[in-house]
Structure formats: C-alpha cells, structure tokens
C-alpha cells in the first residue's frame, strides 16, 4: 500500500507549465526516491495547488522525514506562482492537508489503477460527520460497484481533497455514471450538510469538483 502525503496551496491559475518544469528539472536532476520518494502528483483547481507525495512507508516509521533534494531551490522558484493556503500558516508543514479517513478492501490491490483527485470546502468540524458517512457507504457494495480500491480523505482549513483509487477499466467505465447509482446518490445527500464545491458558482456536476493534474512523476528503481 502505497503512504501520501497531500500539500495544500494558492497557485497563480495558468501558471501549471512553469511549476510543473519546475518539478520536472529537479526530479530528474536529483534522486527523490533516495528519500524513500517514489512518485508524485502535481493538480490544479481553479486557485489551487495540490501536490500528492507517494512513499513507499510511512516516513515515521520508515525514517525517511528529510525534505525533496533541492527543497530550497524548488520552493524558491515555484514561489512566485505557489504561495501558503492555509490562514494559520507558519512553516512548510503547515501546508500538509490532513489525513481524517482512510478505506480500503482486503486483499492486494489490482496492478492497474487510476488515482482521482477531488476537492471541495469542508464545514469546520465535520471531518467526524464526513468520515461516518463515508464508513457506512464504504461498508456496502458501492466500493465494489465503483471498482474502489482505496480512498483517502483529507483536510486543511476549508479545503476538502478526495483521494479516490479505482481499478482504471472500472474508473474508464464508470465516469460520469456515478449519479446513476442510488447508493452514490445517497452519499452526496449525506455530504450536503459538510461538503460544498470549492467554486459553487461554476459548479453543474460531480465533474467539475474533479482536480486537474498537470504533471506526474514515478521512480524508475
């Protein structure tokens, strides 16, 4: 089972080639996965920058806390277009989204799979009342409808990321069909009271709540 870690922060929106060049330099230039690195993530929605960081083990376990290679030099140059989210910011780990709700089936997890990002705002607090909702629904036959195999939910200030694994033939013949379903249709329900689009102006659909990625980065040893 793959561990991530989600960063949360504002971003200059059209801005996506420059950072991900960024990325792009300093991945191949350095060697992440020395620090026990092995792949990441770069999305994009309307103001925001998601960074999902893939590690083998859970760095406190593993050891392996240090920042990337080149930490200083990548946030210097990211640091006209990538700035802090949260309004309690006082230091890097507090663009780090927390972990409240972690689900996945028993048995290996298929080779093949598709990571969705999705985000929304979080009422303040709710994060027991989201995790329950999700608990119930993951507890029935929804996961394996959806060809689920792993969700993880965080949160930072009002941010909500949906970290949605799914098996890619699944995830290819289920999308845009969730509303379909419902069992899914009960769980949006469900989140009403907790979750609303980030953008609820330019929201017409489960869609549009869906994260851009813009680059994607695997160790190759």
Known sequence: MVFRNVIVCHMVPGSE?????????YDQATRPQDLGVIGRYLLS?????????????DPRISGQTRGLPAFQK???????YVT?????????????????YH??????????TTL????????????????????????GSLPADLGVTGRWLYSIDDVYVHLLEQESSAAEATRDQHGDKPAFGKVMQDLGPYIEPYRPERWQGPQDSVATAFYRWQARD
């Open 17 to 25: 080639q420059i950072v991900g060049g960024v990325f792009g330099h």
């Open 116 to 139: 969705t990002v999705i985000v929304g705002r979080i009422k303040p607090g709710a994060e027991p009342d989201v995790a329950r909702v999700f608990g119930e629904s993951d507890a």
């Open 74 to 80: 990548i946030a210097e140059e990211i640091g006209p």
């Open 84 to 100: 802090p989210y949260p309004r309690y910011w006082k230091n890097p780990s507090d663009s780090v989204a927390k972990e409240f």
């Open 45 to 57: 929605h309307h103001d925001l920058y998601i960074h999902v960081i893939e590690r083998e083990q």
């Open 103 to 112: 689900w996945a089936p028993d048995g290996e997890p298929p080779a093949d």
